[in-house]
């Protein structure tokens, strides 16, 4: 019998908020079947060329991107960037503008956890961060390392979200910006898990409506954890919008036992994957 190629694409190394090294990524992705990776680290791709390295010597193709943040109204949003030029100067310096207002977000999060009686918050994530990001994951890690919440999980319930000490509203690029950088860098925008995202579905359709009309070509219709009727939804979601159906897994870390690279629900037979565009 053929088997299908395993597509995943969109994962995390420790040049954001992963926690393997993009090369322990790789190999990880190999292990676990996946054919096609995309390594998409928040606002940065640092990474990139590790991970391509890495591999050159394995059973794997390696997809270039990111995932950016953006500020939508009220709603933070993630883009995805896949088969992207990682040089691109437009690129890079828009990830730049990014990674700059993370390190007084960074400070403010630190400040008004100390307000709440935490304190070395910022000595205490930067330790579990790279050079390049510093996230509120870092800050969950140390949260729960010093005893302040008994898991990551428990620490989004408490900390960095709205209402909870060390929330900071976020204020990162727009997603015109977004979208026309990696347009510029010569890669496919894709909106990210956009179950997650705590919006009605009229305000969803009208995010799909501005995304497509800026250039967005897909969305991503299988995430890490889903109910299938979610899946359900997002498939209808990408045809009404014409849009391309991605997969990816989120990956951040082997800790996280509810989501691995390559473990993914199988895209529905209604859309278009995402790949059906590379073929040349
Ligand atoms: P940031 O971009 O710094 O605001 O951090 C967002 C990151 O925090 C996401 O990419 C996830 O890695 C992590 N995160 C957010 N919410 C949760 C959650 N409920 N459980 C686990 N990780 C989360
Ligand atoms: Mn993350
Ligand atoms: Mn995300
Ligand atoms: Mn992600």
Known sequence: ?????????????????GSLSPTNLVKRAVDKGVDVL??????????????????KEMPLDLVSGVEISVSWGSNTVHI??????????????GLKTIRDYRVGRAEEIARRLQKAGIEGALEGA??????????????????????????????????????????VPGQWASLENAVSWIIQAGGQAVIAHPA???????????LLTEFKELGG???EVISGRQ??????????????FELFASCGSDFHSPDNTWVELGRLNSMPNSVTPIWFSWRS
């Open 1 to 17: 019998m053929l088997s299908m190629t395993c597509y995943d694409l969109h994962s995390h190394s420790n040049v954001s908020d």
């Open 38 to 55: 995309a390594l998409t680290d928040h606002d940065g791709t640092e990474g990139i060329a590790l991970a391509a390295n890495a591999a």
């Open 80 to 93: 995805l960037g896949l088969r992207i030029d990682p040089q691109q100067l437009e690129l890079q310096q």
């Open 126 to 167: 930067s330790i579990y961060a790279s050079k390049v990001m510093l996230g509120r994951l870092h800050f969950a890690k140390f949260l729960v390392n010093a005893g302040h919440a008994k898991d990551i999980n428990d620490v989004f319930k408490r900390f960095m979200v709205r209402n909870k000490p060390g929330y």
């Open 196 to 206: 997650r995202y705590k919006m009605t579905a009229t305000k969803l359709r009208r």
């Open 217 to 219: 070509v897909g969305i």
């Open 227 to 240: 109910h299938p009727e979610e899946i359900k939804r997002l498939a209808s979601l990408a045809n009404d």
